[in-house]
């Protein structure tokens, strides 16, 4: 529910991250007070629902055995009948007993081996999920088969509301959660000019109409004493105590970085979608940058998740991203074209030609708005904003 705790530097997260973007979904979390009566009934269905998906995990994995196949959904299902569960519940554990099953697949293709899903206990089952139907929720909160049930609904749920969930906690309180569909928004009419933004390590990013964005002071520090208790550990004895404690320490101080990072590029990129009706940024190509050796990893994962949020807050801003080719954006002279070198340590960009002199990371920031302009609202060959040329 928290954008920013889900944005965590982890590709695997990330990419889920991505897909709940784009299917706006949002959980919603209440706890719910069950009588006595309906908290029997309750545990009673979550221990069905264990029997249950025990069984057709034993089913599944003695097929798999002897035939060297899955069992079909149908015959899956035909377990969920006699079972005394309401309907949906079963089949939410036959989807996902099959949805196991197909990474297992996908995993064993790619020659990895992906296991079984595992048996569960009554202590590892805690939750009876009802993907589509089975429950309405007005006053109280009413679910087949146990009948209305006080709820504690402290804010209103947005949107049309798609599965519940009822949880029962280790402490033995009961909540309910809800995913619900967010209402799509209406998109923003967005009068806000166009930019050009050049990503780089002395300042965080040089926008093309002259302002920069610089890294924030207390994270330059917090990285500086990350790399160096790495570089401590990386001295450390294997296996000894020294190490592991310092590998602790590393660790707490990395997920600290991160989040002040992932924070920062929120802040920044919400900041841009809104004021901007147009974003050019580079095409980034990790690859290259690492040949170059143009920074630390820290960085890179950093642009290119900047890139990502740029591109899925754009939409709902009313602003438009475009990624252009960044081939020598900064060796080119942003006025009259003419290419030179440019070290990494020369700051100012001087062109012979034309006699421009300019801030070196400004004057890429405008090669690539003028980049993602060609042939859209001309070219701004004055390379002086942006306002003269629309
Ligand atoms: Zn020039």
Redesign the pocket.
């Known amino acids: 529910m928290n954008d920013v705790s889900l944005q965590r530097p982890n590709l695997a997260r990330n990419r889920k991250i991505h897909l709940t973007t784009n299917r706006k979904m949002r959980a919603y979390k209440f706890r719910i007070y069950p009588t006595k009566t309906q908290d029997t009934e309750m545990r009673k269905h979550l221990w069905l629902s264990k029997n249950l998906w025990n069984e057709m995990l034993e089913h599944t994995k003695n097929m798999y055995a002897d035939y060297g196949m899955f069992p079909t959904k149908k015959s899956l299902r035909q377990f969920t009948q006699k079972v005394g569960l309401y309907s949906q519940v079963g089949q939410e554990l036959v989807d996902r007993l099959l949805d196991a099953l197909k990474l297992k697949m996908r995993l064993k293709k790619k020659g990895e081996n992906g296991g079984f899903p595992r048996f569960k206990s009554f202590a590892r089952l805690k939750s009876l999920n009802y993907p589509q139907s089975g429950f309405t929720l007005e006053k109280k909160l009413e679910v087949t088969p146990f009948g209305e049930i006080t709820i504690k609904q402290h804010r209103e749920i947005k949107g049309e509301v798609k599965t519940l969930s009822l949880k029962r906690e280790s402490s033995g309180k009961w909540f309910a959660v809800f995913t619900a569909e967010e209402p799509p928004q209406e998109p923003k009419i967005n009068l806000g000019e166009k930019v050009g933004v050049d990503l780089g390590l002395k300042s965080f990013a040089t926008l093309s109409d002259g302002i920069k964005i610089k890294n924030p002071r207390h994270l330059k520090k917090h990285e500086e004493r990350l790399a160096f208790l790495q570089r401590r550990l990386s001295r450390k004895l294997n296996m000894s105590l020294n190490r592991h404690k310092a590998k602790h320490k590393v660790a707490m101080l990395h997920e600290k970085v991160s989040n002040t990072r992932i924070d920062f590029l929120h802040k920044i990129s919400s900041e841009l979608v809104s004021k901007y009706s147009f974003i050019a940024l580079e095409q980034l190509a990790p690859k290259e940058m690492a040949e170059q050796n143009y920074g630390k990893s820290i960085h890179d994962a950093g642009w290119s998740m900047f890139s990502n949020m740029i591109r899925y807050k754009a939409a709902s801003a009313g602003c438009e991203v475009l990624f252009v080719n960044p081939k020598d954006t900064t060796k080119m ?1 942003s ?4 290419i030179q070198d440019m070290p990494l340590s020369e700051r100012i960009y001087y ?1 012979p ?2 006699d ?1 002199l300019k801030d070196r990371d400004l004057n890429a920031s405008i090669n690539i708005l003028n980049r993602a302009t060609v042939g859209q609202m001309g070219s701004n060959a004055c390379g002086e904003g942006i306002k003269c040329c629309q």
């Not at 006025?335 to 003419?338: D, R, V, Y």
Request: overall charge neutral; some cysteine.
């Open positions: 002279c006025q009259c074209g003419g062109c030609n034309c421009m």
